[in-house]
């Protein structure tokens, strides 16, 4: 399992450990998805807990998190994605599916983590 922290910087520097929400993504469209949690560590651990396989966790905090699938191929192509917004964590993730080589992106799972 691998543990990344994407975490929006919003002009006060880089925001580290205290992410209250998670994403786990895994093969063939499993996930799992924590938010608004009192701290990074819990987040990841449910997060890991809906996710199925070997599963790599992203953290965020005050930010959205995005999944695409190729829905032609499940097991193929993915793409994923955490912005400070939906609409841009949406587009980036579909956007990187493609990339990757999906002909019929869609999206999977999302989660925003508001708390912070």
């Given at each position: 399992m691998?543990?990344?922290?994407?975490?929006?910087?919003?002009?006060?520097?880089?925001?580290?450990?205290?992410?209250?929400?998670?994403?786990?993504?895994?093969?063939?469209?499993?996930y799992?998805?924590?938010?608004?949690?009192?701290?990074?560590?819990?987040?990841?651990?449910?997060?890991?807990?809906?996710?199925?396989?070997?599963?790599?966790?992203?953290?965020?905090?005050?930010?959205?998190?995005?999944?695409?699938?190729?829905m032609a191929?499940?097991?193929?192509?993915?793409?994923?994605?955490?912005?400070?917004?939906?609409?841009?964590?949406?587009n980036?993730?579909?956007?990187?599916?493609?990339?990757?080589?999906?002909?019929?992106?869609?999206?999977?799972?999302?989660a925003?983590?508001?708390?912070?």
């Amino acid at each position: 399992m691998r543990d990344v922290c994407f975490c929006p910087d919003f002009g006060i520097g880089r925001i580290t450990a205290l992410a209250a929400g998670a994403f786990a993504i895994g093969k063939c469209g499993a996930y799992g998805k924590a938010y608004d949690y009192a701290g990074e560590k819990v987040a990841r651990a449910a997060a890991r807990k809906q996710c199925k396989g070997d599963c790599t966790t992203l953290t965020m905090k005050r930010a959205c998190a995005a999944l695409a699938v190729d829905m032609a191929n499940p097991c193929g192509a993915h793409g994923y994605a955490v912005k400070p917004r939906i609409s841009s964590s949406l587009n980036e993730a579909t956007r990187k599916c493609h990339e990757f080589g999906g002909k019929a992106c869609v999206i999977r799972a999302w989660a925003c983590d508001a708390k912070g």
